[in-house]
């Protein structure tokens, strides 16, 4: 807020040194007439590059949106591969145990009947 009004203060002061003293001398050697058309040229072009510079942030806007989508996808696409490859790991312990368990079963020893839980 401060710097703010410190920043118009410093305009206003500028714009109304400008105008006591500065402006007199231009108009002296330049008429009103070309004065006029040079303060409106400036400030059409000002106004343009105003508006391109708006065009181009809205397109910077766009392409970054549509960027976020397309990483979004490729996010969920590997979230939903990791989630396949979890899936497939638990199996694959699953079925390792059961394999040990069938294994341990077949394969035990008459001392083994004894020590069964």
């Known amino acids: 807020m401060i710097k703010g009004l410190i920043l118009l203060m410093a305009i206003y002061s500028f714009a109304s040194i ?7 001398f231009i108009i002296y050697y330049i008429t009103i ?39 979004d996808k490729y996010i969920k696409l590997i979230l939903n591969g990791i989630d396949y490859i979890n899936k497939k790991e638990k199996e694959f312990t699953k079925k390792k145990w059961r394999f040990k368990e069938n294994n341990f079963k077949i394969h035990r020893s008459c001392n083994d009947i004894y020590d069964l839980k």
């Open 18 to 24: 400008y105008n006591q003293f500065i402006q007199p």
């Open 33 to 71: 007439f070309y004065y006029n058309n040079i303060v409106i040229s400036l400030l059409i072009l000002i106004q343009i590059d105003n508006f391109l510079l708006f065009y181009d942030l809205m397109n910077k806007n766009k392409y970054e949106y549509e960027r976020n989508k397309v990483e």
